[in-house]
């Protein structure tokens, strides 16, 4: 079992950067595939990355490929997601979640375990 909890979430202007942080606890942590999501107020959850365990794969949706990446460091429990180009459409709660399946898992019910999320909000 893992429990996940977001970082950095906030206010930015459009064109700005953001990076968002999630850490885990627990020795499991490298073990996981993570990946983030995010939910806009009145949309469902989308698939926004997703990583390897080791880190040397990633996954993008192609709302955010060539703006966003995704990173980790298992030393420290912790997957970044560094935001670049933001547009106010990026306007969201965003959660960091954790499968053993795969690393191009992009449904919500294939993830076992979610932080509570972050609200990221880009406008001017």
């Known amino acids: 079992q893992v429990q996940l909890v977001e970082f950095g979430g906030g206010l930015v202007q459009p064109g700005g950067s953001l990076r968002l942080s999630c850490v885990g606890s627990?020795?499991?942590?490298?073990?996981?595939?993570m990946g983030w999501f995010r939910q806009a107020p009145g949309k469902e959850r989308e698939f926004v990355a997703a990583?390897?365990?080791?880190?040397?794969?990633?996954y993008y949706a192609d709302s955010v490929k060539g703006r966003f990446t995704i990173s980790r460091d298992n030393a420290k429990n912790t997957v970044y997601l560094q935001m670049n180009s933001l547009k106010p459409e990026d306007t969201a709660v965003y959660y960091c979640a954790a499968n053993r399946q795969s690393y191009t898992a992009t449904i919500e019910s294939q993830y076992d375990y979610w932080g509570q999320g972050t609200q990221v909000t880009v406008s001017s």
């Open positions: 990583i390897t365990r080791s880190g040397g794969l990633t």
């Open positions: 627990g020795r499991t942590f490298s073990t996981y595939f």
